[in-house]
């Protein structure tokens, strides 16, 4: 297909290379040539130093803590992301390219765009390091010129489908055509560690299925979907995983991981393949955990094992 293109997705221009990006930058002809008005993001978390010290020319600066609020990492109210869309410019019929120096940020972007309604939704592939490793120059100078202010045209969120909360998976856990699917290391899932210090419940939602991730003791790791220097895997590859694990296409999966992040990355590739019903369990086991009237196991002891109080949620710069 040319410029980086994958040919084993059905939406294959969402997933961009660092060539690809580049050509645009130059104002070079492009495959899928976005619409005019298209803006770079690059998405952090208390990573503004960071992205002051060197980024992909005329990428914007935006901050996951944007977009989740307290106690659960889970997503700010819908008036309060229609509004920050709006300040900076974004519509439904904008196209966003998201980086992300943690691809996982990124990740959790995208999603909460396409359930704004953001039709055009763009990932960089394996984020700023595909592009650094491809030899492409940064930016220091932060961008300070500013946006026009763009009201939001038509229903929001438009696709209220993809986030769920733990009211909403509590009644899908009982319908067949429904799955649960945990996007987290053998050790959490087993219920050996929550995998995170300011998560202090163990386990995982009783009758979800192990849709794995990465290394155990690393919550950024997504090994399972991701190439060692951190592409997507081949479509074969994860649909291979899925299949392993019972899911279907025609099922409804809700992924979910800590709170959202990684979640958010496997939504999104399962989107790139046009896996249709897809939804994200929003805040993750840290929101399904805080409730002890939600029904949980612990594998590690074989049995059900009550939500336990969460401790005080510092994420640290931690993507989850």
């Known amino acids: 297909m040319g410029q980086g293109f994958r040919t084993d997705?059905?939406?294959?221009?969402?997933?961009?290379?660092?060539?690809?990006?580049?050509?645009l930058l130059a104002g070079q002809g492009v495959l899928a040539q976005p619409a005019p008005g298209w803006q770079i993001i690059e998405v952090g978390c208390d990573d503004l130093e960071a992205h002051?010290?060197?980024?992909?020319?005329?990428?914007?600066?935006?901050?996951?803590?944007?977009?989740?609020?307290?106690?659960?990492?889970?997503?700010?109210p819908d008036a309060a992301?229609?509004?920050?869309?709006?300040?900076?410019?974004?519509?439904?019929?904008?196209?966003?390219?998201?980086?992300?120096?943690k691809p996982l940020a990124a990740a959790r972007a995208a999603h909460l765009l396409l359930v704004a309604g953001v039709k055009d939704v763009r990932l960089l592939d394996a984020g700023l390091a595909a592009w650094c490793d491809a030899g492409f120059?940064?930016?220091?100078?932060?961008?300070?010129?500013?946006?026009?202010?763009?009201?939001?045209?038509?229903?929001?969120?438009?696709?209220?489908?993809?986030?769920?909360?733990?009211?909403?998976?509590r009644s899908m856990l009982a319908r067949p055509d429904c799955t649960v699917v945990s996007i987290r290391t053998r050790a959490e899932f087993w219920g050996e560690t929550s995998g995170y210090d300011y998560i202090a419940a163990r386990g995982e939602i009783a009758g979800a299925v192990w849709?794995?991730?990465?290394?155990?003791?690393?919550?950024?790791?997504m090994?399972?979907?991701?190439?060692?220097?951190?592409?997507?895997?081949?479509?074969a590859e994860i649909e291979r995983l899925w299949m392993e694990a019972g899911l279907r296409p025609s099922q409804h999966l809700v992924f979910y991981c800590g709170t959202g992040w990684r979640a958010s990355m496997a939504f999104f590739y399962a989107?790139?393949?046009?896996?249709e019903r897809i939804s994200v369990l929003d805040g993750g086991w840290m929101a399904w955990s805080s409730d002890p009237t939600n029904p949980v196991i612990c594998r590690s002891t074989a049995s059900p094992s009550p939500a336990r109080p969460q401790s005080g949620p510092v994420r640290q710069n931690l993507p989850i």
């Open 52 to 76: 002051a010290a060197g980024h992909i020319p005329g990428a914007r600066y935006l901050d996951t803590q944007q977009l989740e609020q307290l106690p659960c990492w889970t997503q700010v």
């Open 223 to 235: 090994s399972r979907y991701q190439t060692a220097d951190g592409h997507m895997r081949p479509a």
């Open 271 to 275: 989107w790139l393949m046009g896996w």
């Open 81 to 101: 992301l229609r509004d920050l869309l709006e300040r900076r410019g974004i519509g439904p019929d904008s196209c966003v390219i998201l980086v992300g120096r």
């Open 137 to 169: 120059s940064l930016r220091q100078e932060v961008e300070t010129t500013s946006i026009a202010h763009r009201p939001w045209q038509g229903p929001f969120p438009a696709q209220p489908s993809y986030r769920v909360d733990c009211a909403q998976v």
């Open 211 to 221: 849709g794995q991730a990465g290394s155990d003791g690393d919550a950024h790791s």
């Open 9 to 23: 997705l059905p939406r294959w221009q969402h997933l961009v290379s660092a060539d690809w990006l580049a050509a």
